[in-house]
Each structure stands twice: as C-alpha cells, then as structure tokens.
C-alpha cells in the first residue's frame, strides 16, 4: 500500500493553499505553478520533490511555459519512480543528497519552455524543455489520448489544461525520464534551467526526508 505524504504544509507556506480556486480552462491570473502544484491533491509527491530538489524559487518565477506534473500515483504506484529506483538499488534519496541532485533534472524535464494546450500537442511535435539539450515528443495514440515520450520513460496526459497565468499545466500518469538513471545530469545546489554542473552536499528538511523514507519504505512492502 502506498503511503500518502501530508508534508507539505510544514515544508511550504500554507497561506498559498487559501482562497486560489486552480481552473481547467479557466485562466487564474496571480497564481504561479508552484502554487498550482500545491492547490492539487494528487500532486502533493511532486510538491514535496520540489521542495527537496530546490526548485521552490525557479517554479514560482517561471512564466509562459508548460509543466507535464506527474501525479502521486507516478512516484508510489506499483510502476512509479520509487520502485523503478528501488529495482536500481537506488532510492529517490540517492538523487538528493551528496551532490547528487538529478531529482532537479528530471523535474526540468517536465517543464517545456512554451505553453502548449493539448489541441496545440499534435503528433510528433518535438517540445524543448527546461533540462538543456533534452527534449520531449507528443504521441497520439489510437484513442486519442496525448502521450508525451521521454528518452527512457512515456507519460500519458489525465488532466489537461490547467491554465496558470500564461503557462499550463498537464498532469500525467508517470514520471517523464530524460534517459538511463545513470546518465541523468545533476543539477547544482538552488539550480537554475539549463545548468547540469555537479552540485555540493544539500540541505535538506528532516520533514521532507522522513517522508522520502516513509514513501520508499511503503512501495518496498507492497
């Protein structure tokens, strides 16, 4: 059984959780994407990754872009990240600490530098994403449905269209991953786009590392 993760309020202000209504279809202006990640209730895993991957700042600057944010399920379901970690001997931990911090890369690459509505995502369109020199391509399979394809792992798109002032936001049903787990840049301490430098040791929230321990300790007893 997946455990759910209620950190979010202690690691992030909750004040940002109050009175912002998110809209599908609707724009809501002065609502940035971080905030649109916290408003969500099946994006509380990729809030809390955030958090420790030190992209808090980048996510609440960035404007006129696309997220494809992967849902809770995309982390602690039966194929999510962690048991993908978890049959590479590794653990999302692993890819915060020591200067290691490829959780930052692998969130860049769900943000594409422009928005795109899922009329806009059209067969074999090629997207450009915040992770320099890697990029993501849309398929539409024989449903209909919006698949976006990563260099090691495809995602499909459940909830489309949240508008965040000029950006959008898809949530997806997996995590996106530019390659192999051993090939993925990492990113330096309070990392901007673009930059794939090594990084030094993290500070990182007992808050949140509990809960990382937590969440991989339940998909290991599943």
């Known amino acids: 059984m997946a455990c759910k993760l209620y950190a ?25 994407l971080l905030e649109a990640v916290l408003e969500h209730p099946d994006l509380e895993e990729l809030a809390i990754v955030i958090e420790g991957a030190e992209l808090i700042a980048i996510l609440d600057d960035l404007e006129q872009v696309t997220l494809f944010a992967p849902n809770n399920n995309a982390f602690n379901g039966s194929n999510g990240l962690l048991y993908l970690l978890g049959l590479e001997g590794a653990s999302l931990i ?6 290691n911090n490829k959780a930052a890369s692998i969130l860049l690459y769900h943000i594409v530098t422009k928005p795109y509505n899922a009329s806009q995502l059209t067969n074999g369109l090629s997207l450009e994403t915040e992770l320099s020199g890697y990029n993501l391509t849309v398929s539409i399979n024989s449903t209909g449905s919006v698949v976006i394809v990563g260099g090691a792992s495809n995602a499909t798109v459940v909830t489309p269209n949240i508008q965040v002032c000029g950006s959008v936001v898809h949530i997806i049903n997996a995590v996106l991953l530019p390659g192999a787990l ?10 901007t786009p673009g930059s794939t430098s090594a990084a030094p040791n993290q500070a990182i929230s007992s808050t949140l590392f509990l809960g990382l321990v937590a969440t991989a300790t339940s998909v290991l007893l599943l």
């Open 94 to 99: 692993d890819f915060l600490l020591n200067g």
């Open 8 to 32: 979010v309020c202690v690691l992030l202000p909750c004040v940002l959780l109050a009175g912002v209504p998110l809209s599908q279809g609707n724009e809501s202006c002065g609502l940035s």
């Open 182 to 191: 051993s090939t993925i840049p990492s990113q330096p301490s309070n990392s």
